[in-house]
């Protein structure tokens, strides 16, 4: 007898680290990727990374590849048996390089500037069952701007890499929903780079400060500096270019940083035409690629939920959620007690609705 859903299984993951420090996070990674497979047993699989290769991605390529080939051949990918691995490696085409990668897996049907790519999933070939078959499936894998630094992101509320950011998301969402087509359900889910709002967060954390602005020689910020305001004048919150160093830095932990949550904005510009599950796991960035220290984040950064899975309303139109409370939608990071790199990777698991429902 047919199962009525399809069991999806959609992974975002930032790998530059990893390709960075292959010995050392490689192997964890793949165990922790192949153990949420087993658990959750998709039927489908999207994998979308960003940062293959890593910094020195000229020299890493090929180790990319022996990544990718690791995965479709191993042990735990075997009743997957078909595949589909989109990957650009055209690394001296500098003006066109992506460093991303997208891989679908289908069983029974296995299944990366404003970077971004598309990929159309044909319905008929990969979801048979699916109710309208005339249709398709936009997955799209999405690298946004990151923060440069850390001062200028203090300047104002949204600061300026957010407004480059909703300009270039609003793009792609644009190009995805050309109305020159039919629109399709699609799906985002790559390293957005989101950040908290910094300036409001600062003022949050520097309440009860002393804050001090430390200028250079040619009168541009280089330092704040909020000290307590007791005798010990204790540091509370030190920022400069590359540095974002809080006391208290527990509080992006504890319970999930569910507290900071109201920091996280830049979706919201968009409900009119995405949605996202609720947010239940930590922020995803910037974990220590320190292997013994697997849960800590850096001082480099301000701890954000970067890496998502978005998705149009139509798209959630055909989500499965269960009526008798049994959980059937799965959002969360993958390997929050194994050193990932600095991005934890963020997979949603559902029940993709099929014929007659």
């Known amino acids: 007898m047919e199962t009525p859903f399809t069991d999806v299984l959609l992974v975002t993951a930032n790998v530059g680290s990893m390709f960075d420090n292959v010995g050392e996070i490689q192997s964890e990674w793949l165990r922790e990727f192949y153990m949420t497979v087993h658990n959750y047993k998709p039927q489908f699989i999207a994998l ?42 055209q690394f001296h085409a500098e003006n066109s390089f992506t460093v991303r990668t997208t891989g679908n897996h ?77 629109p399709l359900p699609f799906f985002l889910f790559g390293d957005f780079n989101f950040r908290l709002d910094t300036l409001s967060l600062v003022q949050h954390l520097s309440t009860s400060a002393d804050v001090q602005t430390v200028k250079d020689g040619s009168n541009e910020v280089e330092k704040i500096i909020c000290e307590e305001k007791d005798n010990d004048h204790k540091v509370v919150l030190h920022i400069e270019a590359k540095l974002f160093s809080y006391l208290h830095a527990a509080v992006f932990r504890e319970d999930n940083g569910k507290a900071l949550l109201k920091y996280d904005k830049e979706v919201a510009a968009f409900h009119d035409v995405i949605r996202e599950e609720e947010i239940l796991f930590p922020p995803s960035y910037p974990y220590s690629e320190d292997y013994t220290k697997p849960t800590q984040y850096m001082n480099t950064r301000c701890p954000s939920w970067c890496d998502r899975v978005l998705m149009s309303h139509s798209a959630h139109e055909f989500i499965h959620k269960r009526d008798d409370g049994e959980e059937s939608v799965v959002y969360n990071t993958l390997g929050p007690t194994v050193c990932m790199g600095d991005h934890k990777p963020i997979f949603l698991f559902f029940a993709l609705k099929t014929n007659g429902h």
């Open 48 to 89: 979308h990374l960003q940062e293959v290769g890593g910094k020195d991605y000229m020299v890493n390529m090929g180790h990319a590849e022996d990544f990718f080939w690791s995965i479709e051949r191993s042990e735990e990918m075997k009743d997957f048996d078909r595949v589909c691995i989109y990957v650009d490696n």
């Open 106 to 182: 289908s069983e029974q049907f296995t299944s990366a500037a404003t970077r971004w790519r598309r990929v159309h999933i044909n319905v008929q070939r990969w979801f048979p069952l699916l109710l309208d078959s005339r249709r398709g499936l936009d997955l799209v894998n999405v690298h946004l701007f990151h923060d440069a630094s850390n001062l200028i992101a203090c300047n104002s509320s949204p600061s300026i890499y957010s407004a480059n950011r909703k300009n270039a998301l609003r793009h792609v969402i644009n190009r995805i929903s050309d109305s020159s087509y039919t």
